[in-house]
């Protein structure tokens, strides 16, 4: 299983090609957003570029500058793809009047200007979420845990937990488990366990094998209360 050489999650390039050396298209997010003021990413989500880019936080949020009011937060597990854009609320305009030009970022007056919109909402990615090629997330959109966007979706709003969605705007297409099991992978949130754990049921957890998975969660239990 490779469970003593699973990279720690502090591991900027966790993917080695067949030559042993690094593969830079693929990191581990945290790791290379850890001086963004403005983001917080959980352990062991990985982003990939087939054109690696200098600036990771850069690349997936462009908009998120280190003066912005907003957050983007996204959990742990979570797989990002190719050219996936979070447009973050900064880059939002005021279009409640006459116009919706940006006046004040011409002439140096950008914070504090008539033209510029209020702080807007944090955008929030659960943990194991998988956004597909070319995805694009919106402004203070919330995304549950488990959820899988199709390549090419726009996702606006919220997104309930283990839901398949796709399309622009996105929509629900249908629910990877029912209300129960939801519930029951929500609450056992594997995403939490040691990893070499997590390594040691692998074939529970993709194989969705909830009682083999109720049993690894006892063990931890066990363990703990020992």
Known sequence: MGMTTFPSPETLYPVKLAS?????????????????????????TYVSAHQPPKDWAQHIAPYLYPFSPEMLRIGKFCQIADGV??????ANH???GFSSFPFGIFDGGLLG?????????????GHDVWLGQGVKVCPGAVI????????GAVVAGQVPDYAIVGGNPARIIRMRFDELTIAALNRLAWWDWPIAHI?????????ADL???ERAADQIDRRASS
């Not at 854009?85 to 900064?90: C, E, K, L, R």
């Not at 200007?113 to 990615?125: Q, R, S, W, Y």
């Not at 549950?144 to 390549?151: E, L, R, T, W």
């Open 20 to 44: 042993a050396r690094d593969h830079k298209g693929t990191v581990f997010l945290a790791p290379a957003t850890k001086d963004h003021p403005r983001m917080e990413v959980g352990e062991y």
């Open 85 to 90: 854009v979070f447009i973050t609320a900064s």
């Open 94 to 96: 005021r279009y409640d």
């Open 113 to 125: 200007t008539p033209a510029m919109p209020e702080p807007g909402p944090d955008t929030c990615v």
């Open 144 to 151: 549950g845990n488990g959820v899988i966007v199709a390549a």
């Open 199 to 207: 390594r040691a049921h692998e074939a529970a957890i993709v194989g």
């Open 211 to 213: 009682d083999l998975l």
